[in-house]
């Protein structure tokens, strides 16, 4: 039951619903309208950017937040007719197949007052028993080609040793069939140079002994490409 002081609230009759519900669709055609106007003013005085036009700002910011190159930071060259890498690092920089996978070693940490950089090289993750090694160290008092002599000893017989300058340093090679041992499951033949101006750059191919011939070409390459950095 209604309490004496409530006052009930008289309903709409049938007349008053319509012409509330007209007025209701005239107040939203007059809101469409004025929106449409708004749109069409606002179109007729600038046109909305394009598609077209943000796609260069993309690529800038792309490029402006490209993390400064480290080692390895392997880039496309662009002079070089086979699209080839170039390796870029603190110490040297050198050239490589494009399929080619080169990475950063795990330093043995006993020798870090000597080593500065090691840099492995394999022609993909599934051919791991040809690999070239490119490493920096602080300079000692040992001399490239004693160093390269003593080395080649150590690993198997010399086949041949030698000397070569590339791009104002002089390298120590020697050429060595190393047998089978515990470093190595199977027999390899290895190349190796060293070489010492800033620092000492040594320089490791090994292949197995049936599969030198085929790539020394993609090493020689690699090894005439390499450069100091000033």
């Known amino acids: 039951m209604r309490s004496s002081h409530e006052k009930s609230i008289p309903s709409l009759s049938p007349y008053s619903r319509r012409m509330l519900n007209a007025l209701i669709s005239l107040l939203m055609l007059l809101l469409s309208s ?12 600038g046109s909305a950017p394009s598609m077209t036009a943000t796609i260069p700002s993309q690529t800038t910011n792309r490029v402006t937040q490209t993390p400064p190159l480290s080692s ?17 690092s603190p110490y040297f920089t050198f ?5 080619w996978i080169a990475r950063s070693t795990t330093l043995d940490p006993n020798k870090s007052d000597l080593f500065l950089e090691q840099i492995e090289l394999h022609p ?7 690999l070239l090694v490119v490493t920096a160290k602080k300079n000692g008092s040992m001399s490239p080609e004693r160093l390269c002599q003593n080395n080649a000893v150590k690993i198997g017989t010399i086949e041949r040793q030698g000397k070569i300058t590339i791009h104002q340093l002089t390298w120590s090679t020697a050429m060595v069939n190393m047998p089978a041992g515990q470093s190595y499951l199977s027999p390899a033949k290895v190349e190796i140079a060293y070489a ?15 599969q030198f011939a085929a790539n020394k070409g993609i090493f020689n390459a690699i090894f005439q490409s390499f450069q100091e950095k000033q």
């Open 72 to 88: 390895p930071s392997p880039v496309a060259s662009l002079d070089d007719p086979r699209g080839w890498k170039v390796l870029i």
């Open 95 to 99: 050239r490589y197949p494009a399929t």
């Open 196 to 210: 010492s101006h800033h620092h000492l750059y040594n320089i490791w191919f090994s292949t197995p002994p049936e």
């Open 124 to 130: 993909s993750n599934k051919i791991e028993n040809i």
């Open 34 to 45: 004025w929106i449409v106007s708004a749109c069409s003013s606002q179109s007729g005085s």
